[in-house]
């Protein structure tokens, strides 16, 4: 390869270069200064030996003598030191460079899309000694798990929808199938069978839309102060019909006098809607709903409770996880996703609430709780 375009592309060398250059401009300086002084030095320490030693005519060779000495001795010392700073740079920009290319090689691996990469940091690491090199290879390795991570749920989500997507899909080809061999009766039930799929299909498509929005922090809040008890009353007014069809009771129970929240009244109906329609889903005919609200501390809290079926203990944290559900033949029966309390968990948390959910146990109910903070 040709030497400069081999300086050109690798930053070792060019500092190696640098060491070289400002060794030489030593040495260089060290034998002209050194030059310049030997008639300066000679004139004051040999010449006035002249009398002794013989008289004037002797001094031209003896200045020659001595400048080849103080020349040959410069040369050899300056060969020495010459042969050390090269010696000790080579090894100085070795250890220089050794990190930066630790980084290279590593981001060249996560490129590949090795997602698992990371650069060797210093066993003891103590923030105050960090230098700027640690401190790249540090971010380096923080961003290199952003990464992973968002590489992971990349994966899983995929796997998640297209799994999500196979189960109605295949039921239509299945029916589809049926109808055109004869198996299955061309009849209006048939149809309605399939046409339940192709909603259910709708509805997830329209689901996984709605979470990619909230996901992604696309979506505009439309905050302004409102009660709640008006907002609570609205949506009890839009479900009452459902809940009617299906005999459970719908109760509330709204502490007068709450504070304003500033909240986008929309998001919260949505909120509402969710979990009541919940709540309607996972309570046979005969059970009741409440839906109650009240101030604690800085913040409203607002609960929605029924008496369903309720969740085992070991399911609660994972209830806000996408596609997480307890019973997936009995929810996805009633077209659920496992998405609906993943989009609520991201509405509450844009308002700066909390929400999370309690129950007793199986066949005990469940209560879905979530905190609004208090407009000031
Ligand atoms: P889905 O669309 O399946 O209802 P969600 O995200 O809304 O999805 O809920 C996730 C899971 O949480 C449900 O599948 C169900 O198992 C459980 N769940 C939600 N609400 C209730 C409830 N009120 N009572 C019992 N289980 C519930």
Do not use: C
């Amino acid at each position: 390869m040709n030497p400069l375009k081999y300086i050109h592309s690798h930053f070792g060398a060019k500092l190696l270069l640098s060491y070289l250059v400002i060794i030489m401009v030593g040495v260089l300086v060290l034998m002209v200064s050194a030059e310049l002084a030997v008639p300066r030095a000679f004139e004051r320490h040999i010449a006035s030996m002249g009398g002794m030693m013989g008289g004037s005519h002797m001094m031209g060779p003896l200045f020659n003598n001595f400048r080849a000495a103080v020349t040959e001795a410069l040369s050899l010392a300056a060969l020495a030191a010459f042969t050390a700073a090269v010696l000790v740079s080579l090894f100085v920009s070795q250890r220089v460079i050794a990190p930066v290319r630790a980084i290279r090689f590593a981001s060249q691996r996560i490129a590949e899309g090795r997602y698992t990469e990371r650069v060797g940091l210093p066993a003891n690491l103590d923030q105050e000694s960090l230098d700027e090199l640690d401190q790249l290879a540090l971010t380096f390795n923080q961003m290199a798990e952003k990464l992973e991570q968002t590489e992971n749920i990349r994966k899983q989500l995929i796997g998640d929808v297209a799994h999500e997507l196979r189960t109605p899909l295949t039921t239509i080809q299945g029916s589809m199938e049926g109808l055109i061999d004869g198996i299955l009766p061309a009849e209006e039930r048939t149809f309605q069978a399939i046409l339940r799929e192709a909603e259910r299909l709708r509805r997830l498509v329209d689901d996984l839309q709605e979470l990619s929005r909230v996901e992604a922090g696309s979506f505009e809040l439309n905050k302004k102060p409102a009660s709640i008890g008006g907002l609570i009353e609205e949506t009890l007014k839009r479900m009452e019909r459902q809940f009617l069809e299906k005999s459970v009771r719908l109760l509330k129970d709204v502490a007068l006098d709450l504070p304003q929240v500033s909240v986008d009244a929309d998001r919260i109906h949505q909120i509402l809607i969710n979990l009541l329609g919940n709540a309607l889903q996972y309570t046979p005919s005969g059970g009741q709903v409440t839906v109650s609200a009240r101030q604690a501390g800085m913040g409203i809290q607002i609960r929605v409770e029924d008496t369903g079926i309720g969740i085992l203990p070991e399911h609660l944290p994972y209830l806000f996880d996408r596609f997480y559900r307890v019973d997936k033949s009995r929810s996805r029966a009633g077209g659920g996703s496992g998405i609906g309390l993943t989009i609520t968990k991201h509405l509450v948390e844009s308002h700066g609430g909390q929400i999370w959910a309690e129950s007793p146990g199986p066949d005990q109910g469940s209560a879905f709780i979530f905190t609004l903070p208090i407009s000031n």
